[in-house]
Nanobody, 126 residues
Framework: QVQLVESGGGLVQAGGSLRLSCAASGGTFGTYNMGWFRQAPGKEREFVAA????????YYADSVKGRFTISRDNAKNTAYLQMNSLKPEDTAVYYCAADWRSRYVLTTTRSRYDYWGQGTQVTVSS
């Protein structure tokens, strides 16, 4: 069983930056695709970014492309989401997730991820 714990959320002004971390334990981190999702109040949880375990290839939602960067450090069992040029519409609870079953394809589909963290709040003020 994999446990994921996010950290790094907080309150930031528009245009600012935050780096989220996702610490994993209980599994072989280096063999999971990792993803970040977010959920704003009253909205569905949506895909943000994902990174492959095989070659560190990445994929981003159009809304964050060019502003957010996903990365991983397998030696530390940790995934990251660097968020720059933050906007008020980025305000949400951010979740990291691990994909084992469909790990040979980098996916944006929420249901394909097997393990989830508890989330960390990101609030961007205007």
């Amino acid at each position: 069983q994999v446990q994921l714990v996010e950290s790094g959320g907080g309150l930031v002004q528009a245009g600012g930056s935050l780096r989220l971390s996702c610490a994993a334990s209980g599994g072989t981190f280096g063999t999971y695709n990792m993803g970040w999702f977010r959920q704003a109040p009253g909205k569905e949880r949506e895909f943000v970014a994902a990174i492959s375990w095989r070659d560190d290839s990445t994929y981003y939602a159009d809304s964050v492309k060019g502003r957010f960067t996903i990365s991983r450090d397998n030696a530390k069992n940790t995934a990251y989401l660097q968020m720059n040029s933050l906007k008020p519409e980025d305000t949400a609870v951010y979740y990291c997730a691990a994909d084992w079953r469909s790990r040979y394809v980098l996916t944006t589909t929420r249901s394909r991820y097997d393990y989830w963290g508890q989330g960390t709040q990101v609030t961007v003020s205007s």
